[in-house]
């Protein structure tokens, strides 16, 4: 009897299988009994999910940030773009060093494709040691002006056979900006992986990257050859294609960062909040300044009143001390004196120009809190006789506040995105001396 009921017992228990990389994205695949397996829905479904996988970030969308979508959806089109025309400026590349001629020589074109790489190296390593820590920065602006480097290098790949005695020169030119293309795309493509993991899944959102970058890479390449096959011999298509295929490059790339939404503060950034606190009193979310910032470089967008009144571009962050005139010198040691005694920077306005001294033992946080000192100043160059005190004022009531409401809109208060700052000072204020190193 008392196995009968057993029977009876075990007969009622029910085992369901899941299956998914996200708590909130399971499905039931299957419903197990002591008498049969049901399986749930079909097995194309199943088969797609596991495809799926391959190329999604484990637990998508949730472990990764809402911009990740549109982001990776332009930036596959603009690589996908990229890709075909490789194949049109690779096919005018080979032909201007000789491939398919009898009169070309295998030591000559080897030489040439050498120099080609060799500029393209030194160029990286130059572009790495001048910019190398602004990238972080400003990875929008640099992805843009990457993407704008790649275009112009295939520009002169595409050129060099109408000019057959400059070739080498013009190859170089090519490969020397493909190669600031490569260091400027990889660093702030890194900045960005880590904008998008919510989970600390930086690398799994990495290598499925990677996954989609080779399908694009293999469909543009069937196309390019397809597109070259049929151009072959025909001037007007082949630039009238590569045109318009580089219009729609420089398009999806700015459609691509346009979707970005960062939470870092970096200058810009730093300047469109501070400038509407103090005006209404509250910060702007992340969303709202990602619509105002500027993605293009200051010299692209010269033309707009807007960054001509930004306050950021009249902060000097970072200044090295012996460049400052006599007059400069006695302002500043004098505001060390009467201003700056407990904090880890001097501020010195010279014609609405603020430039920042940060103390040799400064943190990240004295670094933000420098900045946003410097940008009070700057707004109120114009409106007040004495800056120092009323921007002083201002920091010591509203500072505090400022960075909490910073916090509760999302945004990363932790540093400021910045260039390395390699110049810094000490100062001791005393009754007897001061000193500047």
Known sequence: MDAEERKKNSSEVIVEEWSGSSSSKLSRTATITSLSIRRSGSRFSHVWRR???????????????????PFQLWDSLQGLSTYIRTMLSTQALLSAIGVGEKSATVIGA???????????????????????SNLDSN??????????????????????PLFPSAFVFIVCLGSLSRSFTGVASGATRAALTQHFALQNNAADISAKEGSQETVATMVGMAFGMLLARITMGHSVSIWFSFMSLTMFH?????????????????????????????ETGQVLSPQEVSKMEHVLPLWASSWSLKN????????????????????????????AESHYKKAKYLLLERKGIISVIMH?????????????????????VD??????????????????????????SGWKTERLLSPSIIWRANWICGSSDEKIE
């Open 51 to 69: 495809i799926l996988q391959a190329f999604v970030p484990e637990g998508f969308p949730s472990s990764v940030t809402p911009d990740y979508a």
């Open 110 to 132: 080897t030489f040439q494709w050498f120099l080609r790489d060799l500029t393209g190296m030194l160029g990286g390593i130059l572009f790495t040691f001048y910019q190398g």
């Open 139 to 160: 990875a929008k602006m640099w992805r843009l002006v990457a993407d704008l480097m790649n275009d112009l290098g295939m520009l002169m790949d595409l050129v060099s």
């Open 250 to 278: 420089m398009y999806a790339n700015y459609r691509a960062v346009r979707c970005l939404i960062l939470t870092t503060l970096n200058s810009e950034r730093s300047s469109i909040l501070i400038e509407h606190f103090m």
């Open 308 to 335: 001509e009144k930004s306050l950021h571009t009249r902060i000097h962050l970072g200044v090295r001390v012996s460049s400052l005139d006599k007059l400069e010198m006695t302002d500043l040691l004098h505001s």
């Open 360 to 380: 040799k033992d400064s943190t990240a946080s004295d670094v933000l809190q420098s900045f946003i000192h410097a940008l009070v100043m700057a707004n109120l």
């Open 383 to 408: 409106k007040s006789i004495s800056t120092h005190l009323e921007s002083r004022s201002w920091m010591d009531k509203h500072y505090e506040v400022f960075l909490l409401k910073l916090q509760s």
